[in-house]
């Protein structure tokens, strides 16, 4: 039993450890601009990961190989097999281009500002008059 252990410890020093590839040390496959023409673009959480915008659905970095990308367009999407680059991009601006719920709370954020900023000016132009404060009203 201690020619065994001590038999494993010098195949890991040695590196001969023939076991496989963790999840730690697996090749993460980063997003590339030619992924366009199959319709992907990089997600919005995760920049490395391809985001369908046929399907908009998000796909692993396992499914990052051009053959695979190519398998999903010809899987899921087969009316749009023989679309041009031109016809990605469009889809791609819109896309950007759509309203979010963030959006929508940023504009209406920038309202209130105003808002509460024009109202703080006039009161202070109230306090410098030394006027009773009803007159603002």
């Known amino acids: 039993m201690a020619f065994h252990i001590t038999t494993q410890i010098n195949k890991l020093k040695m590196g001969e450890n023939k076991t496989p590839m963790s999840s730690a040390t ?10 366009l023409k199959f319709g992907l673009i990089p997600a919005f ?20 190989k051009p053959g695979r990308l190519e398998a999903h367009l010809k ?12 016809y990605f ?11 979010t ?6 504009v209406h954020n920038v309202n209130i500002n105003r808002t509460l900023e024009a109202s703080n000016q006039i009161s202070l132009l109230i306090a410098k008059s030394g006027k009773n404060h009803s007159i603002g009203e």
């Open 26 to 35: 697996r090749k993460k496959r980063q997003y590339s601009e030619e992924y």
């Open 45 to 64: 959480h995760d920049a490395r990961l391809p985001f369908c915008l046929l399907c908009q659905q998000c796909l692993n970095n396992e499914s990052m």
């Open 75 to 86: 899987a899921k999407h087969k009316d749009q097999i023989n679309s041009s680059l031109n």
């Open 89 to 99: 991009q469009i889809l791609k601006k819109n896309y950007e281009k759509r309203t």
């Open 101 to 106: 719920i963030k959006s929508l709370f940023t």
